[in-house]
């Protein structure tokens, strides 16, 4: 892979690559202190002291799935452009890459290895690669815990995930909604293929039953100014015994500034 630009964050790297077919992503190399991994019961994923520790701790790769991403989600810089989906070698060779960068560290001996889906791209729009991405990474690491993150595409993927979780322990999976009002989130993510709130609530519910996947399904909100957030939709389509929720500050970019969103959280996240 080719490094086209680097930025060093307090705790770790973001790379913008090209791939081995020529195609610009997005990959990122972070970690954080080992009871960051307790934001359910703490109810905060923030720093109680002002240390990272480091890849020995929690140590997160956040991979691409195609370079830009067809969605167009509102708030969104790299759904403003899509330049093609990315094969499994390409989204392997993305781990590979931060793996290389870090000899010094294994990541069979951290306490946490994590793969995350969440860079550019709707992982259940290019899911066959992505299902097969997910078999190459586990036979290299079975200890890596792999994160899925989806708007809820309302294609085969979400099934075959659900298989995929029967195989292998530590398979995450979140579903990001940003409002409680299905006509908000058509708006904010103009998809039409979309599930609705109930087939989610369905799809937890299954998710949940499969003995592997003992964490609850992530439901990610970040809350904009003038979008509903309301408690009883919360308690009425999404149980806490299927979903936790998760609030996330909006990363402003040159997109969010033009459609004019502001985020209702202050907290930022770590630059
Ligand atoms: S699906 Fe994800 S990557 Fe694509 S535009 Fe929406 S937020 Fe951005």
């Known amino acids: 892979m080719k490094v086209k630009k680097v930025k060093q964050f307090g705790n ?24 960051t991994i307790n934001a359910v019961g703490r109810r905060s994923n923030a720093l109680i002291f002002p240390e990272f520790a480091s890849r020995k701790d929690r140590w997160m790769i956040g991979i691409s799935v195609s370079s830009g991403c067809p969605v167009g989600c509102k708030f969104c810089a790299t759904g403003s452009k899509f330049f093609g989906h990315l094969s499994a070698e390409e989204m392997f060779e993305q781990v590979e890459f931060i793996v290389g960068k870090n000899k010094d560290f294994d990541p069979e001996k951290s306490k946490e290895f994590k793969v995350l889906f969440t860079r550019m791209g709707e992982p259940a729009l290019n899911y066959p690669e992505v299902s097969q991405a997910i078999e190459m990474i586990k036979e290299k690491y079975p200890n890596a815990v792999i994160g899925l993150s989806t708007i809820g595409v309302d294609n085969p993927a979400l099934e075959g995930w659900l298989e995929i979780s029967k195989k292998y322990t530590d398979i995450q999976m979140q579903f990001s909604v940003h409002t409680t009002s299905e006509e908000e989130r058509n708006e904010l993510i103009p998809f039409k293929k979309k599930m609705n709130y109930e087939q989610i609530r369905d799809y937890a519910e299954r998710w949940m039953k499969v003995p592997n996947n003992k964490r609850k399904v992530a439901l990610n909100f970040t809350i904009l100014e003038g979008n509903e957030f309301s408690m009883e939709k919360l308690e009425e389509y999404f149980p806490k015994e299927y979903f936790f929720i998760k609030l996330s500050p909006l990363n402003e970019n040159k997109i969010t500034r033009k459609n004019n969103l502001k985020g209702v959280i202050e907290e930022q996240n770590l630059k």
């Open 12 to 35: 770790g790297y973001v790379y913008a690559l090209l791939t081995s077919s020529g195609k610009m992503v997005e990959t990122t190399d972070t970690y954080l202190p080992y009871y």
